[in-house]
């Protein structure tokens, strides 16, 4: 290390990001360590010694808030060691359980020094010195979780450090569909699309940072409608849907694979179903909820489709690609559920045929509609559900899994495996395959040739140094 690099690492101020939830999560963690940046702060691998402590949580299901107390007991003690030393840590709790519980966190643990929602978090060097103020004082901590008029994405510095091969690229966020069991049109707030410009500039910046493959992200991905580029369009209002940007995305020099996450039935439209058929950048992969077989429950959940409406969308996908791999989310045990809705839920698993999948028992959120309906379902009933679909969702997936022995897929090889010599990347399925090669091949889509299906993995060796993607 250089003697500047050496001062510089020195003085540098220590950033620990913990995220919980899902890949919007992710995302906007790494955001929060780009704005920092710029004031010193490097990320740092765990809390101890950290100058600053960001819980980035997720309200989505049950005792989101109490993980994050327990948490944030834990982190007191560390706060208390560093001040004792002469150090001094500031812990900020961001994201949806922040959005949600706001003030409460403050006032139930007072060593938190900032509470910001998702909306806000581009605020973060004025709400630092807003906090350092406070604390100066000793009077309480700061609070922001408006949903503010401007976009945080108008004022998010581009991203400092490269993601690596596999990068997560936001471009939708929040919902409008208020699903009765859902919080995060409250925690996310309404619907929102970027623009398509400012969606290629930092995919272009994401390949050029050494990405291979984007997965764009939205809590309703494929709702995006964003602006279409200025010379682009035919009238000042136009915008694009998901299959149109996907397409554009497509043609980036060295981008070699794309996916989205995560999407609504309803949404997907015949321009999507028809990029799934033509871009080979596509991968054949997709995430698409259901949450229950059953069209009362689903009525219940206010989903705006039934059953049958997912049936008809899965085979018009797997007519326009025929290797499509399945993935849904479920819920079971939602208020009113019956033994009948269940078995419709079974049936609609039997007759689909998932190749992953997560399943969850129905958890009351406090402030939707859901958890105030009668016929709450007991515990030991979700309990014994669960357990029923899962396992016939697990030997699904094992079944696919199994499918693919002997195969010889195209796997791009996104990290250094566990076991010396070897590489770990991912099926056109999303199957996570492990293989010895050599580690110049880390960001290459290679020729694997699958051995063996283990449960959640493949394994597999190494057939041809390059291989193109198995088009539709
Ligand atoms: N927008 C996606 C959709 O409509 O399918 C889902 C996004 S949500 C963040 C992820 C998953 O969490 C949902 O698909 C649902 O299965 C699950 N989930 C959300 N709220 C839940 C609740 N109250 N109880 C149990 N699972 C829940
Ligand atoms: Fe929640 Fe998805 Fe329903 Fe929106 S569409 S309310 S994110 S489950």
Same mark, same amino acid.
């Given at each position: %290390?250089? =003697? ?15 995220? !919980? ?5 992710? !995302? ?9 940046? &710029?004031? @010193? !702060? ?5 809390? +101890? ?39 001094? %840590? ?30 806000? !978090? ?23 979780? +408006? ?14 450090? &490269? ?25 996310? @707030? ?13 995919? $272009? ?23 279409? =580029? ?34 609504? =039935?309803?949404?997907?439209?015949? +321009? ?8 080979? $950048? ?14 009362? *429950? ?32 479920? *819920?079971?045990? #939602? &208020?009113? $559920?019956?033994?009948?809705? #269940? ?7 039997? +007759?689909?045929? #998932? ?6 028992? #129905? ?9 105030? %309906?009668? @016929? ?94 198995? &088009?539709?």
């Amino acid at each position: %290390m250089s =003697p500047e690099r050496k001062v510089k690492s020195a003085l540098a101020k220590k950033l620990f990001v913990k995220t !919980y939830g899902c890949q919007m999560n992710v !995302y906007d963690s790494a955001r929060m360590a780009d704005v920092l940046a &710029p004031l @010193g !702060y490097v990320v740092a691998d765990g809390p +101890e010694g950290a100058d600053m402590v960001i819980l980035n949580t997720c309200h989505i299901r049950e005792k989101a808030a109490e993980k994050v107390y327990s948490e944030l007991g834990r982190l007191r003690a560390l706060k208390q060691a560093r001040a004792a030393a002469g150090g001094r %840590m500031t812990i900020a709790v961001a994201g949806c359980v922040a959005q949600a519980e706001g003030a409460e966190i403050l006032r139930r643990a007072p060593q938190v020094g900032l509470v910001f929602g998702p909306q806000t !978090y581009h605020r973060l060097p004025e709400l630092i010195a807003r906090a350092a103020r406070k604390q100066g004082a000793d009077s309480g901590g700061v609070l922001d979780i +408006e949903f503010p008029v401007e976009s945080k994405f108008d004022h998010l510095p581009e991203a400092a450090a &490269p993601q690596g091969v596999s990068a997560y690229l936001s471009v939708q966020e929040g919902c409008d569909k208020f699903c009765t069991f859902c919080v995060v049109p409250y925690t996310r @707030g309404a619907e929102f699309s970027r623009s398509v410009a400012e969606i290629l500039a930092e995919a $272009e910046r994401l390949v050029a940072g050494g990405a291979r493959e984007i997965v764009l992200l939205g809590q309703n991905v494929n709702a995006y409608h964003g602006a279409a =580029p200025q010379d682009e369009r035919a009238d000042a209002d136009e915008t694009w849907g998901l299959g149109r940007l996907i397409r554009r995305l497509a043609e980036i020099e060295g981008l070699v694979r794309l996916r989205y996450t995560t999407s609504h =039935p309803r949404d997907l439209d015949d +321009e999507l179903i028809a990029a799934h058929a033509e871009v080979a $950048e596509l991968m054949p992969y997709l995430h698409l909820p259901v949450q229950s077989g059953s069209d009362r *429950i689903l009525e219940a959940m206010n989903r705006g489709h039934c059953a049958e409406d997912y049936r008809r969308k899965v085979a018009r996908l797997r007519a326009a690609r025929a290797d499509l791999a399945l993935s849904s989310d479920f *819920i079971v045990g #939602f &208020p009113g $559920e019956t033994d009948r809705d #269940f078995a419709d839920t079974l049936g609609l698993v039997t +007759e689909i045929g #998932f190749a992953q999948a997560y399943s969850f028992k #129905f958890s009351a959120r406090p402030g939707t509609p859901a958890a105030a %309906m009668g @016929g709450q379902v007991p515990e030991p009933v979700k309990a014994e559900r669960l357990a029923m679909l899962q396992t016939l969702l697990a030997a699904q997936q094992a079944a696919f899994n199994q499918s693919q022995a002997g195969r010889v897929l195209p796997v791009l090889l996104e990290s250094r495996g566990r076991k010396p010599g070897q590489l770990s990347g991912r099926s056109p399925y999303m199957q996570a395959v492990h293989l010895v090669a050599p580690a110049h091949h880390l960001g290459q889509v290679v020729a694997a040739r699958i051995e063996t299906a283990q449960a959640n993995s493949l394994s597999a060796r190494l057939w041809a140094a390059e291989m193109t993607e198995v &088009p539709a």
